[in-house]
């Protein structure tokens, strides 16, 4: 991949003329851009592929790649690009709570509705994807964008608190060969930890589901806390696949291929300390967003 990203909102097709010869102008080879659930599923259970079918048949037209950026639960932590129908319905769709039980503004990993009618429409998509795309335009799909949450480190609802004073999972354990319950296991990196097995779960149920229409690579991308930081300080997205909690998203998440760090930091050596927290042996070394100023193109050499 010689990749570019579009925009957070060019994902429709009257920007589309305004993209494709910026790949040309770039040498890429490989667009990433959004998909939407709201544009996906407007109207509970009633789909539109208008968007998908656009995108490509015109990649296909000019020999492009796609990589599918699913904007749904998560888009930066938060559910802008989710339908209507989800965004305001909190009791079929609840969002998180605070410490002091109030709402918070992003949707709850621990509840099935939401989940379930995400991954319905992920494999709807999934679906279509494999019917319309037999010369594989698509060649990778991200489930979900940035998630975690912003401003607390974990839910605190009934069912988040009841999990939370219970042992940490079984597959975990394992993997990790810590024991007890979460602030047991984790100390400081508790409320972090706890967030980003749920959270991961919730997404690899998604892909998995995906996966299993059309198998295709999958990769989760973080909204980073600081390159040096103590663990479970340091800001970032709690419950993302921060570079503190890797090794819970890799027992969490299976079914994603890697994950990968959103690198906006202009400091030579805390880009560097980020690409060496994901270059790793169980995990590949991608950087899907960076900043778009021109001091950032230096940092092309420390990726390569």
């Known amino acids: 991949m010689?990749?570019?990203?579009?925009?957070?909102?060019?994902n429709y097709p009257a920007i589309l003329p305004q993209v494709w010869p910026m790949l040309e102008r770039l040498h890429a080879n490989t667009l990433e851009i959004p998909v939407a659930w709201e544009q996906i599923e407007p109207i509970?259970?009633?789909?539109?592929?208008?968007?998908?079918?656009?995108?490509?048949?015109?990649?296909?037209?000019?020999?492009?790649?796609?990589?599918?950026?699913?904007?749904?639960?998560?888009?930066?932590?938060g559910p802008?690009?989710?339908?209507?129908?989800?965004?305001?319905?909190?009791?079929?769709?609840?969002?998180?709570?605070?410490?002091?039980?109030k709402t918070h503004y992003v949707l709850s990993p621990h509840h099935r509705a939401t989940l379930e009618a995400d991954k319905r429409a992920f494999v709807a998509m999934m679906r279509r994807l494999r019917a319309i795309d037999r010369d594989h335009r698509v060649i990778m799909v991200q489930p979900q964008n940035e998630v975690g949450s912003y401003g607390q480190p974990r839910d605190?609802?009934?069912?988040?608190r009841a999990a939370f004073d219970a042992p940490i999972p079984e597959e975990l354990a394992r993997a990790t060969r810590k024991s007890g319950t979460w602030?047991?296991?984790?100390?400081?990196?508790?409320?972090?930890?706890?967030n980003a097995w749920h959270t991961a779960r919730y997404v690899d149920e998604i892909a998995a589901a995906g996966r299993a229409v059309l198998d295709l690579p999958m990769?989760?991308?973080?909204?980073l806390s600081d390159a040096f930081a103590e663990l479970?300080?340091?800001?970032?997205?709690?419950?993302?696949?921060?570079?503190?909690?890797?090794?819970?998203?890799?027992?969490?998440?299976p079914h994603i291929d890697f994950?990968?760090?959103?690198?906006?930091?202009?400091?030579?050596?805390?880009y560097a300390e980020y690409l060496r927290h994901y270059a790793r042996a169980d995990n590949a070394l991608m950087v899907p967003e960076t900043g778009n100023a021109a001091e950032y193109a230096r940092f092309f050499w420390l990726a390569l």
Not at 156 to 160: L, R, T, V, Y
Not at 184 to 193: C, F, I
Not at 219 to 223: E, G, I, L, V
């Open 44 to 77: 509970e259970g009633k789909f539109d592929f208008s968007w998908l079918d656009t995108l490509v048949d015109q990649a296909r037209a000019r020999d492009k790649r796609l990589v599918l950026l699913w904007f749904a639960t998560w888009k930066n932590t």
């Open 232 to 253: 479970g300080k340091g800001g970032g997205a709690s419950g993302g696949p921060d570079w503190q909690v890797i090794d819970v998203w890799k027992a969490a998440a």
């Open 2 to 10: 010689l990749g570019v990203q579009a925009n957070n909102s060019s």
């Open 183 to 194: 602030s047991k296991a984790y100390g400081a990196l508790a409320d972090s930890a706890f």
């Open 156 to 160: 605190f609802g009934p069912e988040a």
């Open 219 to 223: 990769y989760c991308n973080a909204a």
């Open 80 to 101: 802008s690009y989710a339908p209507a129908w989800v965004k305001t319905d909190n009791q079929r769709f609840p969002r998180m709570r605070t410490r002091e039980g």
């Open 259 to 270: 994950v990968a760090p959103d690198i906006y930091n202009r400091d030579a050596k805390a």
